[in-house]
C-alpha cells in the first residue's frame, strides 16, 4: 500500500504545486484573497511602525532628537497618539484578514470540492475505486478540497508577514545602527534551515499516515454503524475491533513521537542559539548605549529588532514548513483530478437489443497478482428471453454482470451487443439500456420515492411511475403507509433539522424497494436481477416469478440465483464453475442430461421435500 511519494527534493514541481495552489485559491475568490494578501502586508508593517514610534516617544522623552527628525517632547503627543492609532489598526487589519481568509477558505472548499466530485464522474468502473493507493489519493485529495486551502492561506499568510516583519525591522535598525543588521541577521540564520526541515517531516508524516487513517476510520465505522455493531455485539467481537483502532493510533503516534523527538532536540539547539543571540544583542545594545552611540529610543529598537526578526524568521520558516505540507496534499488532489477515465469510452450510441448479447471467450481477473475469475467464458443471452446463470458461490456469476455493465475491462475476449464489441459502445447510451437489481443493492438514506428514483433520475418526481413500479415489485403497501407515505426518509437517523419522519425497512421491504428501483427503469432493454429474491417471503418469491414471466416476454432478463425454484423457468440456463460454462440449455435439456444442474436440482428439491416430512 502506497500513497503520493512524499517526494524530499523536487523543489521545482513543489512550486509548480504552489502555484497551481495559489491560482486555484485565487480564481475562486479574487477579491477576499486581494483583501488577505493586504491584510498580511499591512500586519508585517504595523509592529515595526510601533517600533519606531515607540522609539521616537523614548527619545522625546529623553529630550534627544531622534533619527526620525522629532525633536523634544513636542513629539511625544503625535507619536503617542500614532502608537495607539497602530495598536488599534493592528487588532482591526487583523480582524478584517481573518474575516476574507475565511471567506476564501470557504470559497475555495467548495470549489475544490465541485472539482473533485466533477473529476469523480470520469471514474466509470469501480476497479480504481478498490485500488487502495487510489483510495488514500482520494483520501487526502478530500482532506485537500475541505482543509488544504485554509492551511496554506494560513501559512503562507504566517510566511508574508514574517518575512514583511523582518524586512522591516532590517530597515528599520539600518537607520539606528547598520552592523546592528549583521548581528541579528547572524542570529537567526540557522533557525531557517532547521525550521524547514522540521516542517518537511511533518508534511511527510501527514502523507504517510493517510493509509492508517483510512484504516483507523473504517474500524470506527464499524463500531459506530448499526448494520456492523450488531454483528460484532452478538459475536462479542466489538473489543477486537476496538483493539485494531487503537492498534492504528498507537502506530501512528509512534510516528509522530519520532518527529516529535527530532522537533524537541532541535528546538532545543534553536533555543539555546537564540537565547545566546538575544543576549549578545542585548551586550552590544547596552555598549552602544553607554558609550551615547545610541538613543535609549535606538536601544529599545534595537532590542525590539533583535526579537522582532527572530520571530519574523521563525514565522517564515515554520509557515514555510506548512506551507510544504499542503502542496504535499494538494498534490494528492491534483492528482486525483488529473485522473485518466479508467474505462475507455467508444462513440456509438447503443442500438436498442434486437439479437442477443454474447461474451466470446471472455478472461478476467481482479487484480493480475489474483487468480482468473473467468477463464474463457462464451456465453449468448437471446434478447427477449429469460436467461438463467447458476453456479456455487465464487463461479463468477456476479462478475459477469459487473463485465457486462462494463464496471470493470475483460483482459481478454470480448462483450458484444448485437454483434458490436461494447467497447466501442458509447458507456451512457449502454447502461441506460440496462436496469439491474444487484446481490448487494444498496440501501440509500434517502425518502422511499426517491430511493426508487435512483433507478431512472429521469422519473424524478413522477409520482405516478414511481407508485407504479412499487406495485410493481410488491412494495406500494407498505410505502403507502409510511409516516409520511412515499415522502418518508428511510434512515435510521433522523436528518440535521429534525423536521422530516423517518422509517426503517427490513431486508426482504428494502429488496422490494431495490426491485422498484429496477422496473422503473421500464425503457431498458435488459433487465439483471442478481439474486433477487434472496429476502423475499413466499408470496413476493412468486410473484417476481409471475413478472418475470410477463416480463420475458417484453424484454431480455438475466437472472442469477441459487434458487433453482426462480431459474427453473429460463429459456436457457447456463451453469458456471470455476471460471468457465460447463453446462447450457433448458430446465429438461439440463435434467436429462443429468450433470451438474441436475445434481443442484435434485439436491435442493430433496432438501425441500425431506424437511417438509
Ligand atoms: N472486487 C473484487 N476484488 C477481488 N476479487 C473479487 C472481487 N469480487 C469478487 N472477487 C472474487 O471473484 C470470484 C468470483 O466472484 P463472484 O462475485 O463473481 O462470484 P459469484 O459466482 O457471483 O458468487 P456468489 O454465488 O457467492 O455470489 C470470487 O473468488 C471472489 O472472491
Not at 474575516?99 to 475555495?108: D, I, L, M
Request: a neutral charge; glycine letters at 8%; charged letters at 20%.
Amino acid at each position: 500500500m502506497t500513497v503520493p511519494e512524499p517526494s524530499p527534493a523536487r523543489p521545482r514541481r513543489s512550486l509548480r504545486e504552489l502555484g497551481w495552489a495559489l491560482s486555484l485559491i485565487v480564481r475562486a475568490a479574487p477579491g477576499p484573497a486581494a483583501l488577505v494578501l493586504l491584510c498580511t502586508v499591512v500586519a508585517g508593517v504595523l509592529p515595526v511602525l510601533s517600533g519606531w514610534l515607540l522609539r521616537v516617544i523614548l527619545d522625546a522623552v529623553a529630550g534627544r532628537a531622534g533619527h526620525a527628525g522629532h525633536a523634544g517632547t513636542g513629539a511625544v503627543m503625535p507619536a503617542a497618539a500614532g502608537f495607539a492609532a497602530v495598536g488599534l489598526a493592528m487588532t482591526l487589519v487583523q480582524e478584517l484578514g481573518s474575516f476574507a481568509s475565511n471567506t476564501v477558505r470557504r470559497t475555495v472548499r467548495f470549489r475544490a470540492n465541485a472539482m473533485l466530485y466533477e473529476r469523480l464522474t470520469v471514474i466509470r468502473g469501480i476497479g480504481l475505486l478498490e485500488d487502495s493507493d487510489f483510495q488514500n489519493r482520494l483520501r487526502l485529495a478530500g482532506d485537500a478540497a475541505d482543509a488544504a486551502p485554509a492551511q496554506l492561506l494560513r501559512s503562507l499568510i504566517s510566511s508574508v508577514q514574517g518575512l514583511v516583519q523582518v524586512v522591516g525591522w532590517l530597515f528599520a535598525l539600518a537607520a539606528v545602527w547598520p552592523p546592528a543588521i549583521g548581528i541579528v541577521a547572524a542570529a537567526v540564520a540557522p533557525i531557517v534551515p532547521v525550521r524547514l526541515a522540521v516542517g518537511r517531516q511533518q508534511a511527510e508524516l501527514v502523507v504517510r499516515q493517510a493509509p492508517r487513517t483510512r484504516r483507523q476510520l473504517a474500524f470506527r465505522m464499524l463500531m459506530a454503524d448499526a448494520r456492523s455493531a450488531k454483528e460484532l455485539k452478538v459475536f462479542g467481537a466489538e473489543r477486537f475491533v476496538a483493539d485494531r483502532v487503537l492498534h492504528e493510533i498507537t502506530l501512528m503516534n509512534e510516528q509522530e513521537a519520532v518527529v516529535d523527538g527530532r522537533l524537541l532536540r532541535r528546538q532545543s539547539v534553536l533555543g539555546a542559539i537564540e537565547m545566546s543571540a538575544t543576549v549578545v544583542a542585548i551586550v552590544v545594545a547596552a555598549s552602544l548605549a553607554l558609550h551615547g552611540r545610541l538613543s535609549p529610543g535606538g536601544l529599545s529598537l534595537f532590542l525590539g529588532a533583535a526579537v522582532g526578526v527572530q520571530n519574523g524568521a521563525f514565522a517564515v520558516a515554520a509557515g514555510f514548513g506548512w506551507v510544504r505540507a499542503s502542496v504535499l496534499v494538494f498534490r494528492a488532489l491534483r492528482q486525483v483530478l488529473s485522473q485518466a477515465p479508467d474505462v475507455p469510452e467508444g462513440t456509438i450510441a447503443a442500438p436498442a437489443l434486437s439479437r442477443a448479447i454474447e461474451f466470446r471467450d471472455v478472461w478476467f481477473r481482479y487484480r493480475d497478482d489474483l487468480p482468473w475469475v473467468l477463464r474463457g467464458v462464451n456465453l449468448t443471452i437471446a434478447a427477449g428471453g429469460s436467461t438463467g446463470i447458476i453456479g456455487t458461490n465464487g463461479a463468477g456469476k456476479s462478475t459477469l454482470i459487473k463485465l457486462l455493465c462494463r464496471l470493470y475491462e475483460p483482459h481478454q475476449g470480448c462483450i458484444l451487443w448485437d454483434g458490436v464489441d461494447i467497447r466501442t459502445l458509447d458507456l451512457d447510451s449502454l447502461r441506460s439500456r440496462i436496469s439491474a437489481v444487484f446481490q448487494d443493492f444498496v440501501p440509500y438514506d434517502l425518502t422511499a420515492a426517491e430511493n426508487i428514483a435512483i433507478g431512472d433520475a429521469a422519473a424524478g418526481s413522477d409520482d405516478e411511475r414511481i407508485t407504479a413500479a412499487a406495485t410493481k415489485a410488491e412494495a406500494h403497501e407498505f410505502l403507502a403507509r409510511l409516516p409520511n407515505g412515499y415522502g418518508t426518509l428511510l434512515s435510521r437517523h433522523l436528518p440535521p433539522d429534525g423536521t422530516e419522519k423517518t422509517a426503517f425497512l427490513s431486508g426482504g421491504q428494502w429488496q422490494r424497494v431495490a426491485l422498484a428501483r429496477a422496473y422503473l427503469r421500464d425503457r431498458a432493454d435488459l433487465l439483471i436481477l442478481d439474486e433477487p429474491a434472496s429476502g423475499l417471503d413466499a408470496e413476493a418469491e412468486q410473484a417476481l416469478l409471475d413478472k418475470m414471466a410477463d416480463m420475458s416476454t417484453m424484454r431480455t432478463t438475466v437472472q442469477i440465483s441459487h434458487r433453482m425454484s426462480t431459474q427453473r423457468w429460463a429459456d436457457q440456463i447456463y451453469v458456471l464453475a470455476d471460471g468457465v460454462v460447463v453446462e447450457r440449455g433448458a430446465h429438461e435439456e439440463l435434467m436429462a442430461a443429468d450433470g451438474v444442474y441436475a445434481a443442484l436440482f435434485r439436491m435442493q428439491f430433496d432438501g425441500y421435500v425431506s424437511r417438509r416430512r
